[in-house]
Each structure stands twice: as structure tokens, then as C-alpha cells.
């Protein structure tokens, strides 16, 4: 008895898992988007981190250079936007760095509290219902092809809430998706485990996401998850340098950028994706004759926000543009919005003690990529990126560095 005692106590509980799961479906699931509310996900995700304190996680990582820069960020925050008189970013802006924070702490504390085999089984019933909601979200997009567009700039109230309550998938959702797409593929050529049914669930939930990702037409996001396409593939061997695929993705979609997009638009009229080859026809123009006007109003919006910071390089000035995370923060935050890049900088730092070297590498730079071309959505993409992929990546290979026995030493960074 005493044997069978001590062995049901080594292992954790699934009530964390069950309530983190529901955390998950509710910022996610596409078909809640109409009942999302930030304050009852912020008790939820208290709530959680209360459970693992009450049934004794065991965090080995040393957070606290990520506990003081969060809390750092969170009062730049309120301190800027306050003397700034826009309080009503406020919440927009926490919620960025509190899901980042959330979805970490989730991943690193399940990661460490369960063995490997559990945290693969967590993410396949997730996959699942991301699955669902990628079916939901694409069918929107056969019935209306420019859904997730509106979804993500339409000034009709209306045409948003109806959107979302058909489910549709927004640009949080399509970004985050990318990231996915480079997890499951991962675990795909080097999970050797003979877990054939939940491997075929994984090929499903990439093929759609694929899918999803090039209908609902965001050039950046189509990019991004070639790159990662492109890498997955190319690195297939665990000693393949990470700069040969960098370099010859670039050179080559430099290269040869107009038969690229030229594909793209065969591509999407063979298949009839209207928005996406639209889009890829509106690029090559813009490439070949430079009239392509969202990209100038882009490229002014990115203008404006150096400007607005080499005025005010200390404290940032009160201009609150889009289209760029990054520029955007150093507009209006100045100097300090280095507190909040320190921050995400201190995140990816701990993913590393657990993720091969060429994945972090990958990931980092996709990021800066989308973050650095585009507005980052906290809500969505966040839970994928900051909880699900540092998942897939630690379970891709049969590595797992807190399952060993002979090491029981706290990580340190």
C-alpha cells in the first residue's frame, strides 16, 4: 500500500490540467469570441495559478528577473498612459504583457510538474479543439472571404459581432496559428514515439491550418509560415545548420519574389481563394509598379512612429499608430518600451533551457519578424505561442531534461 501511496503522489493531479485547458478554449475557440471577457480570464488565470500553488507545483526555474520585468513593464504602463491621458489603452496594454507572463508560467509549471507522455496527451485534446475551431473558421471564409479582414479593421460594430459569431478566425488567431504549424511539424519528423493516431490528428490540424493561414490572405503571416515551412524541412537532420535555410529563404524569395507571388496567384485562382488572390495580385503590383497603397500607408504609419520617436527618444510621445508592436511601443514609451522587450527577452531565455537551440533561434526571430512588420494580438496568439509551442518543441524528440532522475538540481539562468 505504502508503494502504491507514494507512487500516486509523485504525480500531479489533472484538476490543472482541466481548468488550464478551459482557460485555453475560452481565449481561442473562435466560437466564444462574442462571450470573451478580459476581467472573468483574468480570474480564471488567477485561479489557476492559486490551484498550483495549493497542490505544490514546483517551478525549478528562477523567474524572477521575468517577475521583476513584468512588474516593471506593467507600471511603465500605467505610469506613461496615465500622465499621457490614454487610460483607455491601459487594458490593451497589460493584457499584452500579462498573457505572455500567464501562458509561460502554465507552460514552464506543466512542463515541470508532468511527465512528457501527459503534457503530449494535453496538447492533442487542445490540437483538437483548435481543429475545430480552424474547420469553423475557414468555412466563414469560403462564405466570406475577406472575414477575417473585417474581423480584424471593420468599423461596422455589426459586421464584427456577426463575424464573431459565426467564427471567425481574427488576426490573433491566424498569427498564432503560424507559430503552431512550426510546433506540429517539429514533433512530425522527430518524435519517433508510435503514437499513430494522435500523429494523424497532428498531420489534420497542419494540413488546415495551412489552409486557414493562405485563405484568410495575410501576406506577413504567409511568409512567416513558409519560413517556417522551409526550416522544418531543411533542418530535418538535428546538425543542420540554422543559417543555410535563413539565408537561402531570403535569397531566394529575393530573387525570384515575382514568380513566387506569380504561384501564389495561380494558386489561389485554381482553388478559388478570391481574398488571397487578390491580395497576392495587389503585392505584385506593388512590387512591380510601387502603387500598392495599404503598403504606403504602412510605410507612413512606420515613418511617423521613428519620427514621433527620434522627437521624443526619452519618454515617447502620445502618438499610438499600429501596423508594428515594436515601432509602436518605442513611439510612445520611448527608451523605456526596452523594459517590455526585456521582458519577452527573459521568457525565451527560459524556454531555451528546455528547447534545441535551432527552434529557439527560429522562434525569436519569426517573432521580431511579425512583431516588427505588424500589430501583435495578445490574446489568441498568445496562448499558442507562449504555451502550446514551447510545449510541441519540448516534446519532439525523446530529450526531456526534468523527467531525468539524475539531475534534480534547480535550473539556473
Not at 129 to 151: H, K, M, N, Q, W
Not at 284 to 290: F, G, R
Request: aromatic share 20%; charged share 15%.
Amino acid at each position: 500500500m505504502n508503494r502504491i501511496y507514494n507512487a500516486l503522489n509523485k504525480r500531479q493531479g489533472v484538476l490543472p490540467l482541466f481548468l488550464l485547458s478551459i482557460i485555453f478554449i475560452y481565449s481561442t475557440c473562435t466560437l466564444l469570441q462574442n462571450y470573451y471577457n478580459f476581467y472573468f480570464n483574468f480570474v480564471l488565470m488567477a485561479g489557476f495559478l492559486v490551484l498550483t500553488f495549493l497542490e505544490k507545483f514546483i517551478l525549478k526555474l528562477k523567474t524572477s528577473k521575468i517577475l521583476i520585468s513584468f512588474a516593471a513593464a506593467v507600471i511603465i504602463y500605467v505610469v506613461f498612459l496615465f500622465f499621457k491621458g490614454l487610460t483607455s489603452l491601459l487594458t490593451l496594454y497589460i493584457s499584452t504583457v500579462w498573457y505572455i507572463f500567464f501562458w509561460s508560467m502554465a507552460a514552464f509549471l506543466v512542463i515541470q510538474n508532468y511527465s512528457k507522455k501527459t503534457v503530449f496527451g494535453f496538447l492533442t485534446v487542445n490540437l483538437i479543439i483548435l481543429l475545430i475551431s480552424t474547420v469553423v473558421a475557414t468555412g466563414v471564409l469560403r462564405e466570406y472571404p475577406f472575414a477575417s479582414r473585417d474581423l480584424a479593421g471593420a468599423a461596422d460594430i455589426y459586421t464584427i459581432n456577426n463575424l464573431k459569431s459565426l467564427g471567425a478566425a481574427g488576426y490573433g488567431y491566424i498569427y498564432g496559428s503560424v507559430f503552431l504549424v512550426f510546433g506540429m511539424l517539429r514533433i512530425l519528423l522527430f518524435n519517433k514515439n508510435r503514437w499513430r493516431i494522435i500523429k494523424a490528428v497532428i498531420i489534420i490540424c497542419v494540413l488546415t491550418t495551412i489552409f486557414l493561414v493562405f485563405k484568410a490572405s495575410y501576406s506577413i503571416a504567409i511568409f512567416a509560415m513558409l519560413f517556417f515551412i522551409l526550416f522544418a524541412l531543411l533542418t530535418f537532420r538535428k546538425k543542420s545548420p540554422v543559417t543555410v535555410p535563413l539565408v537561402l529563404f531570403f535569397f531566394i524569395l529575393f530573387l525570384f519574389r515575382i514568380q513566387v507571388l506569380n504561384a501564389f496567384i495561380s494558386f489561389g485562382e485554381y482553388f478559388e481563394i478570391e481574398a488571397f488572390t487578390m491580395h497576392a495580385k495587389e503585392l505584385l503590383e506593388a512590387i512591380t509598379y510601387e502603387t500598392y497603397e495599404e503598403d504606403i500607408i504602412r510605410v507612413q504609419i512606420w515613418r511617423k512612429a521613428l519620427m514621433e520617436f527620434a522627437a521624443h527618444p526619452i519618454v515617447g510621445g502620445s502618438w499610438n499608430g499600429g501596423h508594428s508592436f515594436i515601432l509602436q511601443h518605442m513611439a510612445l514609451f520611448g527608451m523605456f518600451s526596452s523594459v517590455v522587450f526585456v521582458f519577452i527577452s527573459y521568457v525565451f531565455k527560459i524556454w531555451s533551457k528546455f528547447i534545441d537551440k535551432q527552434d529557439m533561434t527560429i522562434t525569436v526571430i519569426a517573432f521580431i519578424f511579425i512583431t516588427l512588420f505588424n500589430s501583435y494580438a495578445a490574446g489568441e496568439s498568445s496562448a499558442m505561442i507562449f504555451m502550446m509551442l514551447p510545449m510541441m518543441l519540448y516534446c519532439k524528440s525523446d530529450f526531456s531534461f526534468f523527467d531525468s532522475r539524475k539531475n534534480k538540481e534547480a535550473i539556473k539562468i
